[in-house]
């Protein structure tokens, strides 16, 4: 089955304790992307990824790092949570010329 | 840089009643368009997508959504709506000409009354 994995699902943890969200995808798509959900602002991007290695910041990148070093993954790092990136996270995967964004099923971030 | 205005936050209807919910975009070129839908705690469904072609456009769930390029608008439709369908709704904008990086309007909360 076609599917973009996130994990973990649900997520408390403390101001400045790094963290890091997977997401995996089984599409051999080349394109994948985080976003975050906020009420009111809809999703914004954070970080997209071309291709291995390639990577560039989406409209909110402050506070993030991501890394892609094999296809299928793409990481979404805090290294230094603070409250307001609490938040609803999605990973996305598309092909290159794809027409449609397979979304992983989020992950709910609280940082205190 | 492209936006998109959903300018409905929350909607109530009666179930049967028909449904319209506005999105109204902006983008320099031919827009790719999408509406996606969200149920209470799980992730993005894809209803339906505009690349060309004919402006109205036929998705899942008995959705469907016309693009009308005079009036920047991409609104989502509903003859009958179901008990179901209750959940938050998402107009996006794709850049590029594809789904590879999406700008999404706010959302509309949809509230179906028995």
């Known amino acids: 089955e076609a599917q973009v994995t996130q994990n973990p699902r649900y997520l408390i943890t403390v101001t400045g304790k790094k963290l890091t969200v997977t997401c995996s995808q089984n599409?051999?798509?080349?394109?994948m992307s985080w976003y975050r959900q906020d009420p009111g602002l809809g999703l914004r991007q954070i970080y997209y990824?071309?291709?291995?290695?390639?990577?560039d910041k989406g409209d909110v990148p402050e506070g993030y790092k991501v890394s892609r070093k094999e296809k299928r993954n793409f990481p979404l790092i805090l290294e230094s949570p603070s409250p307001n990136q609490t938040s609803l996270y999605f990973c996305a995967s598309t092909r290159a010329s794809g027409t449609e964004a397979f979304f992983g099923q989020g992950t709910r971030l609280t940082v205190v | 840089a492209q936006s998109v205005t959903q300018p409905d936050i929350h909607i109530t209807v009666s179930e049967g009643a028909s449904l319209e919910l506005r999105c109204n975009y902006s983008?320099?070129?031919?827009?790719?368009l999408f509406w996606y839908v969200q149920s209470p705690g799980q992730g993005l469904q894809l209803l339906l997508k505009y690349f060309s072609g004919d402006t109205l456009v036929q998705g899942i769930k008995g959705f469907e959504a016309e693009f009308k390029r005079s009036q920047s608008s991409f609104n989502l439709r509903k003859p009958s709506v179901h008990w179901s369908d209750a959940a938050e709704y998402f107009c996006a904008v794709g850049a590029w000409g594809s789904a590879r990086q999406l700008t999404f309007g706010s959302g509309t909360q949809l509230t179906v009354l028995p």
């Open positions: 983008y320099g070129a031919t827009p790719y």
């Open positions: 599409m051999n798509h080349e394109y």
């Open positions: 990824s071309m291709n291995v290695e390639v990577t």
